[in-house]
Each structure stands twice: as C-alpha cells, then as structure tokens.
C-alpha cells in the first residue's frame, strides 16, 4: 500500500487493527487529549475521534505512538525497532536528495477560503493539559518558508497557538532554521510568506522534526525516503510550494516587527517553560483544505508518545546520516532513546578500528547537524552491543569503563526547553561523553566469558531431549 498522505496511512493502520474510531461524543478541551495520553501510556492503537463537540472534522492521535506505526509510516513491516528503522533511512538517503514535483491540480485545492471566511477558531484545535496556554492548531503541523537569498525551502515543526479567526502564534526558537530566514526577511524590511502544513505524507512531520542539515529541502530528504518525489502545488499566493495531498493549510505572512505572547504548552521535555518572551505570529491570508479534512494532534508532553518516538527515529536517522557523510567507519549502529525525549542522550556502537576511534565517533556526534543541539550525553559501546540493549550497556558501564578515563565533559549548544537549566540562560549545556569501549590500544585486553561453539550447537540439536522450554 503507497503512502502519500495522511489517509493512506490511516488506511493502513486501520488494515493492520490501529486504528480504533471513538465515536463517542468528547470535549477537544481536556477530554480529547486525556483519552489520548491514557490509550498512549497503556499502548493503546492510534485514535481518531469522529465526534468532537461542536465539530464536524475527525481529530487523528496516537498516530505514531510505536515501532509499529513508525515501521508503517516508513513502509517497513512492522517488526524492527528504531535503530533498524534508522538504518533503512539512512541506505535510502544514500541514493541522493530528491527534489518535489510541481502538479497543477491539488485535493488540497478542494476548498478555498479568503476574506471573511477565514476563521481559524472554526478548526477542532484542542487544548491538551490544564496549565496549557490555550488551544494549538499546530503540534503537528509544519511550516512551509523559502530562503529570501538562496531560494531553500525549510519546513519545520514549531508549535502553533490559536489566537484570533486570522492569527495563529508560531514558536520558532532561536537559531532554528525558520528563525535564521526570518532573520534574512528582518533584515530587508519585508514579510515572510509562511504556510503551516497539516498532514500530507506523514513523513514530512517526521522530517520537519529533526536537525536537517541547514540549506536542505526536508522535501528533497522526504523524496529520497520515498524513492519518489513530493507531489507539490506552487501557490499563486505565496509562491510557496505546498504538498498537494495536505489536508489543511494556512496560508500568509509572518511580519519580523509583529510578535505575540505564546504559550505555555506542557511540552515534550514532561514540563512547561519559564521563557516568557514575544514570539512570532502568522497572519492567515488564505485557508486551504481538502474535502472532509481531518486534523491532526500530538500530545507532546511527558514521554513517551508520539513526539518522542519520532524525534527518536528523525534524531537517530539524520544523525547517523551525519556520521555516514563524515565518512567515519565503524559505526554500526545509532539510537537516540525515545525515553530521552527523543533528543538528549546518544548511543553509538562502533566497530573500533583505530586508537583513538571511539573519541573521534564522539566528537563526530557532538559536532554534527544532527546531534550538536541540546546533547546531554553520548555513550559510546562496542560493535557486540546493540545500542537499544540495556542489558549490554549497563554491562560494558560496569565492565568496560573507568571513570577516570572514559570521561569526558564539555559544553555546547543547549535546548532553550531544557528543564535542567536556570530559566533565562538556556543556551549552553554542559555534556558528558561516556566511552564504555574496550580501549583498542590495549595489548592485554580483558578475555571474555565465551560457549563452547560446537558444544553450543550440539546441545542446541538436542534441545528437546531435556525436557526444557524452546528456546
Ligand atoms: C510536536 C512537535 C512540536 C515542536 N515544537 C517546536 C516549537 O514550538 N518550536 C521549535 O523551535 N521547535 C519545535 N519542535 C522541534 C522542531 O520541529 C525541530 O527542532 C526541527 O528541527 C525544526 O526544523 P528546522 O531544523 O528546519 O528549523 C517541535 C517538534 C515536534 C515534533
Ligand atoms: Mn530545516
């Protein structure tokens, strides 16, 4: 089954038993996200709420709670996890960018609304947790921008508070890359042609949510993932090229001198900022939406859900992507643990080759796109440790790291969301590399406790024999 847009991927979860349909009548104030964030901390299917009160469009949840939808998401069989959904990104990536296509009619152009008819506060925008700020349109949705000088087309997820029939706050922090445009619009005066994006392929939420290298079209990553390109539709509006199967769209401008106050939204980190300061904001010229669109939502806050399960695969792939094009060898595996937000803690296994190996794969990490910003923590392991075995981290921590050596801590970029930080001052972290690598140097390495091969395989043949469960 193809996947180009958000009910196709509704389609295949329903194929594959997750989907579940609340038909029951829900609140999309407090309600819809609790139910929500209940059915995700129990493992539950992906929601999509058909009766919200007060409106006729369904709400989607959940949709990317687990390995599971990822795999679909990806057009994998469900089955592997993240590290190995990574490297399945990471062999696509290889084959080059690929850039979208132009189409000239869209499903997205089924409904258009200017004018009067403009009225953002007529969408199913819920509010999720009782000290939230008010009700997002956009945790799920991305921003569309195009580079004044170069011509690049940057889309990112940043949050997007319903604030007025025509105004939607968006929260781009500082040095993110629709802040670093805005700041080229800023700088000659105008405006900035924005468009949020709802829905549309489901893996360009994916990759609007992680550090892609800057000047790089997530469209051009999403159409390498593919194999194909992103179908788009140039609007006579803002130039923009919009994904032609979205399921809504707001369209306009972003004024560098017109900011709002934002927030708070119980955020992914499992807290609320104290950053109080003014923020951007969308001024919706024109709304585009499919027929029958559905809106979709993602709980953020404390992990895990879906935010955190697809930073974990965005992180984990773009960085692991990183490392691939600084050409450092040996590395056989990445994983960013979704119980890390999806986004503070790294492990890397690596095949060491060299001395000094697993301090250069470190390095590399911490100095990457992908891995420099908000990195807590890297732990390096060796090549017989898959870097989602717990089991075998917490044993080469034991058993393969010195304190006094296998240290080492330095600084760099910060999350402005980091909780760990002094509220005002978030803009560097201290981070700590762990190398728990046995050193490649050594003469005398330690000998590990091993089967016999042969016994191994002969006892294995005689399984049944003992009377024992399979195993
Ligand atoms: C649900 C969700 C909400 C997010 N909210 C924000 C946000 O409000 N502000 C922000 O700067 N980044 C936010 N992010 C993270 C960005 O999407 C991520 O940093 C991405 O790299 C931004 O795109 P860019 O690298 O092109 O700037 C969010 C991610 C997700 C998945
Ligand atoms: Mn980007």
Same mark, same amino acid.
């Given at each position: 089954m193809q996947i180009d847009d958000l009910r196709s991927y509704l389609a295949a979860l329903e194929a594959r038993g997750q989907l579940h349909r609340v038909t029951a009548p829900i609140d999309r104030d407090l309600e819809l996200g609790h139910v929500a964030v209940l059915g995700e901390r129990s493992g539950g299917p992906a929601l999509l709420f058909e009766n919200v009160t007060g409106f006729q469009i369904p709400v989607l949840t959940s949709a990317l709670t687990t390995t599971e939808r990822l795999a679909v998401v990806l057009g994998e069989e469900p089955g592997p996890g993240i590290p190995e959904l990574s490297r399945f990104w990471v062999q696509r990536l290889a084959s080059g960018l690929k850039p979208p296509e132009a189409v000239d009619k869209a499903p997205l152009l089924e409904n258009v609304l200017t004018g009067s008819e403009i009225d953002v506060t007529r969408l199913p925008s819920p509010k999720l947790y009782p000290e939230d700020g008010g009700r997002f349109f956009g945790t799920t949705a991305y921003l569309v921008v195009r580079d004044p000088e170069s011509g690049w087309i940057n889309l990112g997820v940043y949050?997007?508070?319903?604030?007025?029939?025509?105004?939607?706050?968006?929260?781009?922090?500082?040095?993110?890359?629709?802040?670093?445009?805005?700041d080229h619009y800023r700088e000659r005066g105008e405006a900035m042609p924005a468009a949020a994006i709802m829905g549309g392929d489901p893996l360009l939420f994916l990759a609007a949510s992680s550090f892609i290298g800057h000047g790089v079209s997530e469209y051009d990553v999403v159409g390498a993932l593919r194999g194909r390109p992103?179908?788009?539709? +140039? /609007?006579?509006l803002s130039?923009?090229?919009?994904?032609?199967?979205a399921e809504i769209v707001l369209e306009g401008v972003i004024d560098p001198a017109e900011t709002c106050r934002e927030g708070p939204l119980g955020e992914y980190t499992g807290y609320y900022s104290f950053e109080d300061w003014q923020k951007p904001m969308l001024k919706v010229e024109r709304v585009l939406h499919r027929d029958d669109p559905i809106f979709w939502a993602c709980t953020v806050g404390k992990p895990v859900n879906d935010i955190h399960m697809l930073q974990s695969l965005a992180r984990t792939a773009s960085l692991w992507n990183d490392l691939a094009e600084q050409r450092i060898p040996g590395i056989e595996s990445v994983y960013v643990p979704p119980e890390a937000c999806g986004w503070f803690w790294i492990v890397v296994s690596l095949r060491q080759m060299y001395a000094? +190996? /697993?301090?250069?794969?470190?390095?590399?990490?911490l100095a990457s796109s992908s891995g420099h910003h908000g990195t807590k923590g890297v732990i390096i392991v060796d090549h017989d440790i898959a870097p989602d075995d717990w089991a075998g981290i917490w044993w080469a921590l034991s058993t393969?790291?010195?304190?006094?050596?296998?240290v080492r801590?330095?600084?760099?970029?910060s999350s402005q969301l980091d909780p760990s930080l002094p509220a005002g001052v978030r803009t560097t972290t201290g981070r700590v590399v762990l190398d728990a690598c046995v050193p490649f140097e050594w003469a005398d390495k330690p000998r590990e406790v091993k089967l016999d091969t042969d016994t191994e395989a002969r006892v294995r043949a005689r399984w049944s024999e003992f009377g024992l469960p399979p195993l």
């Open positions: 949050r997007m508070q319903e604030l007025a029939p025509d105004r939607v706050a968006v929260q781009i922090l500082r040095g993110k890359h629709a802040d670093m445009i805005l992103v179908e788009v539709w +140039h /609007s006579d130039g923009l090229p919009l994904p032609a199967r000094g +190996h /697993s301090a250069q794969a470190a390095a590399a990490v393969r790291f010195d304190a006094a050596r296998s801590v330095e600084s760099g970029r």
